[in-house]
């Protein structure tokens, strides 16, 4: 079992910043990518940014130098730097990872957080 908390939602005004957090725990070997999707309100969910284990990192071209994603190996944690938000990026953030738990057969797991919203409007 692989639990995903995330952090730091909330309401902030366009040209804000806000800075999510994700956090792994439970039966964990290793874990390979960290992603951040979010889905608006009648909108499918999408992919925000991800994270490899090597640090290699993507963006959605929406966001592209507005949000940096970056993560702690030490601490199972996943982060998303929001800067210079925007009314359309108003949505609830979803953390997903996948890696391999630390059971005796090293079962591979993607895991989804519960979400945060994130409110952008003046």
């Known amino acids: 079992q692989v639990q995903l908390v995330e952090s730091g939602g909330g309401l902030v005004q366009p040209g804000g910043s806000l800075r999510l957090s994700c956090a792994a725990s439970?039966?964990?070997?290793?874990?390979?990518?960290m992603d951040w999707y979010r889905q608006a309100p009648g909108k499918q969910r999408e992919l925000v940014a991800g994270?490899?284990?090597?640090?290699?990192?993507n963006y959605a071209d929406s966001v592209k130098g507005r949000f940096t994603i970056s993560r702690d190996n030490g601490k199972n944690t996943v982060y998303l730097q929001m800067n210079s938000l925007k009314p359309e990026d108003t949505a609830v953030y979803y953390c997903?990872?996948?890696?391999?738990?630390?059971?005796?057969?090293?079962?591979?797991?993607?895991?989804w957080g519960p979400g945060t919203r994130v409110t952008v409007s003046s």
């Open positions: 997903n990872v996948d890696g391999l738990t630390s059971t005796s057969d090293f079962l591979p797991f993607n895991s």
């Open positions: 439970g039966s964990i070997f290793s874990i390979y990518s």
């Open positions: 994270i490899t284990s090597g640090g290699t990192t």
